[in-house]
């Protein structure tokens, strides 16, 4: 795994170890359509990464100009690996970590008044929790105006046309794996 664009185009980022099935990383080819269809500079947005396993995604967006960024994990090889990866690209300094589960971590988000201009959420497939995890990040009302929930799941689970004003505005399909894009109004 590496960045794929920006400041820090071409590291390699550690990812879970061979034995370890429970951490799915986004694959490359994956991530770089993603933020080819996000655009390819984030100027200054701020990005929180749910489930963030590696830290691939949200990395991957501080590289090509995010200002901020919050990881959300709860599983213990995740957040290392997230501490890690954050460390040996430099961007500590703007890096929070929060190891909680996803819905906790929403409402402490929200409760802090934290907003995000893009939401990156990319759940174990297995848990099929697309509507809940959509129903948590509008509850919370961390979403900035006109911002972007991207939702990574398993293609034989459904992603709502709409969600709590929450609009699907692309779909894509890479072999088993789907990336929905909803936008906030």
Same mark, same amino acid.
């Given at each position: &795994?590496?960045?794929?664009?920006?400041?820090?185009?071409?590291?390699?980022?550690?990812?879970?170890?061979?034995?370890?099935?429970?951490?799915?990383?986004?694959?490359?080819?994956?991530?770089?359509?993603?933020?080819?269809?996000?655009?390819?500079f984030l100027d200054?947005?701020? /990005?929180?990464?749910?489930?963030?396993?590696?830290?691939?995604?949200?990395?991957?967006?501080?590289?090509?100009?995010?200002?901020?960024?919050?990881?959300?994990?709860?599983?213990?090889?995740?957040?290392?690996?997230?501490?890690?990866?954050?460390?040996?690209?430099?961007?500590?300094?703007?890096?929070?970590?929060?190891?909680?589960?996803?819905?906790?971590?929403?409402?402490?988000?929200g409760k802090q008044?934290?907003?995000?201009?893009?939401?990156?959420?990319?759940?174990?497939?297995?848990?099929?929790?697309?509507?809940?995890?959509?129903?948590?990040?509008?509850?919370?009302? /961390? /979403?900035?105006?006109?911002? &972007?929930? &991207?939702?990574?799941?398993?293609?034989?689970?459904?992603?709502?046309?709409?969600?709590?004003?929450?609009?699907l505005e692309d779909?894509?399909?890479?072999?088993?794996?789907?990336?929905?894009?909803?936008?906030?109004?």
């Amino acid at each position: &795994m590496r960045i794929v664009a920006g400041s820090a185009k071409g590291r390699a980022l550690t990812g879970p170890k061979p034995s370890s099935g429970h951490i799915r990383p986004t694959a490359d080819r994956v991530r770089e359509t993603i933020f080819n269809m996000l655009g390819q500079f984030l100027d200054g947005q701020a /990005v929180l990464d749910l489930y963030a396993g590696t830290g691939a995604l949200g990395l991957e967006a501080l590289s090509r100009g995010a200002g901020r960024l919050v990881l959300v994990d709860q599983d213990r090889e995740a957040l290392a690996l997230c501490r890690k990866n954050t460390d040996a690209l430099g961007f500590a300094a703007q890096v929070s970590i929060l190891a909680q589960p996803v819905v906790r971590a929403l409402e402490t988000l929200g409760k802090q008044g934290a907003k995000f201009d893009l939401v990156f959420a990319d759940p174990p497939y297995a848990a099929r929790v697309v509507e809940t995890v959509l129903e948590a990040v509008v509850a919370a009302g /961390v /979403v900035t105006p006109g911002g &972007m929930v &991207m939702v990574e799941h398993d293609k034989r689970e459904a992603a709502p046309e709409a969600h709590s004003g929450l609009a699907l505005e692309d779909q894509r399909r890479f072999g088993d794996t789907l990336v929905s894009f909803y936008r906030a109004p």
